[in-house]
């Protein structure tokens, strides 16, 4: 659990939220096991409660904004799920008309948890500094590379290793640095995703969750 706690450096230094009550749908399982490896800690606070639901039969950005909004329209989850925060987990590999699919969330009122081009970008981000667009195969090669064994995709081993042997202070000051500089040159999420790339806002839940941990 070590390697999920803040440094006091940055507990110091970052603003703390109540991140209460979270329901979070993302595409496929290597999401799913990444934020459950958080949740299953945080479980511990009565106050607090992460509910991951995932959309993964020919998941892509658009399939798990629908399926969200189907989901909360259904009169039990809605009334269960009113006070959550609602949040969006999704690549943007796929479909070619991300940039609606991203204002179209946005509508509904979900926070965004988006990777470009896909949540690997975010996981290689624990082991090295990415400041360049990568191939499907190339993030995959080096991740790798950090790795005991080859890097398999929607498994929940490896991904729990990624978590446990990677620095994840690390992957937030990348991802943070690299969306500082996406708007000083006037590109955001909401105009301009396919020209930020690499790009992730993972980082923003993350670090919440592990300040929440930290105590």
């Known amino acids: 659990m070590g390697r999920t706690l803040l440094s006091p450096e940055r507990r110091s230094k970052i603003k703390k939220t109540n991140i209460g009550r979270v329901i979070i749908f993302c595409e ?14 945080i479980k511990k606070n009565k106050y607090t409660d992460i509910k991951v639901e995932i959309k993964t039969a ?5 399939t798990v ?3 969200a909004d189907n989901f909360l329209i259904e ?3 809605n009334r269960k799920y009113s006070n959550y925060g609602k949040y969006l987990a999704f690549d943007c590999d796929d479909p070619t008309d991300i940039q609606e699919v991203i204002c179209a ?3 509904g009122k979900y926070d965004l948890l988006i990777s470009n081009c896909m949540f690997e970008t975010w996981l ?28 398999i995709k929607g498994h929940k081993g490896k991904t ?15 991802a943070s640095a690299l969306e500082k500089l996406y708007y000083s040159q ?12 690499p790009y992730t806002s993972v980082y923003k839940l993350v670090e919440q969750f592990m300040a929440e941990i930290s105590g």
């Not at 496929?28 to 800690?41: H, L, N």
């Not at 667009?133 to 080859?150: A, D, F, P, Q, V």
């Not at 729990?160 to 990348?174: F, H, P, Y």
């Open 58 to 62: 020919d998941g892509n950005a658009k």
């Open 105 to 107: 969330s946005q509508e």
């Open 28 to 41: 496929g399982k290597t999401e799913k096991y990444y934020f459950d490896y958080f949740a299953e800690i």
């Open 160 to 174: 729990r290793e990624i978590i446990q042997n990677g620095d994840i202070e690390k992957a937030i000051d990348n």
């Open 75 to 77: 009169e039990k989850n």
């Open 65 to 67: 904004l629908n399926y």
């Open 186 to 197: 006037g590109m955001n999420l909401f105009t301009s995703i396919k020209k930020m790339n």
């Open 124 to 151: 290689l981000m624990h082991f090295e500094d990415v400041d360049e667009k990568l191939t499907k195969r190339k993030t995959y090669s080096r991740l790798s590379s950090h790795l005991h064994n080859k890097y």
